[in-house]
């Protein structure tokens, strides 16, 4: 999507969708809103986590940099999981659930003044086409590896070996292309 229409646009359009959807979801009545909302947000975030990692890797064309950069990427989003889990239960605990999407609208709003002041905007890619196969080998990818990566009581392990198998197939295959 950002090389149709530009990697900040993007990032700023995930950052607006990430921020409303959880401002929505804070103030929903009922749970099936809340249910669907969660997707929006989640779609939100994967236009906006994508776009993002592509205008870093665009930023930094030396490769020592750009593995430099891109280990801060991992250590920040990895520890920011982390600390969001720990953080998200004193909220809850002590404001109410609603307050672990509200508390999203202000960093939001602050990140992407900070995007709209810091990235460069760029243009979109002439001739760009949409990869199909590529991208449904990444989500045949992800989807095979959930299951096998996750314990679920007594399932089947053989099954478990199968869709890890068929996943890194896949996965081994799409990056081939």
């Known amino acids: 999507m950002a090389d149709f229409v530009g990697r900040k646009r993007v ?39 994508a776009a993002a990692l592509a205008t870093l890797i665009a930023s930094f064309p030396d490769d020592r940099e750009r593995e430099r950069a891109l280990s801060v990427w991992g250590f920040v989003a990895f520890g920011g999981a982390a600390v969001g889990v720990v953080l998200s239960g004193v909220v809850t605990q002590y404001l109410g659930w609603r307050w672990i999407f509200f508390i999203n609208v202000p960093v939001g709003v602050l990140a992407g003044l900070g995007v709209w002041q810091v990235i460069p905007a760029n243009a979109p890619q002439r001739g760009a086409r949409p990869d199909a196969p590529g991208a449904s080998h990444g989500s045949v990818f992800v989807e095979a590896l959930e299951p096998a990566a996750c314990v679920r009581g007594e399932e089947v392990r053989e099954r478990r070996v199968v869709r890890l198998v068929a996943s890194l197939t896949c996965g081994v295959e799409g990056f081939g292309r």
């Open 11 to 49: 990032v700023l359009a995930g950052l607006v969708g990430f921020a409303g959807t959880s401002l929505l979801i804070g103030v929903s009545p009922w749970g099936g809103l809340v249910i669907g909302l969660r997707a929006l947000q989640g779609l939100s975030a994967a236009f906006m986590s």
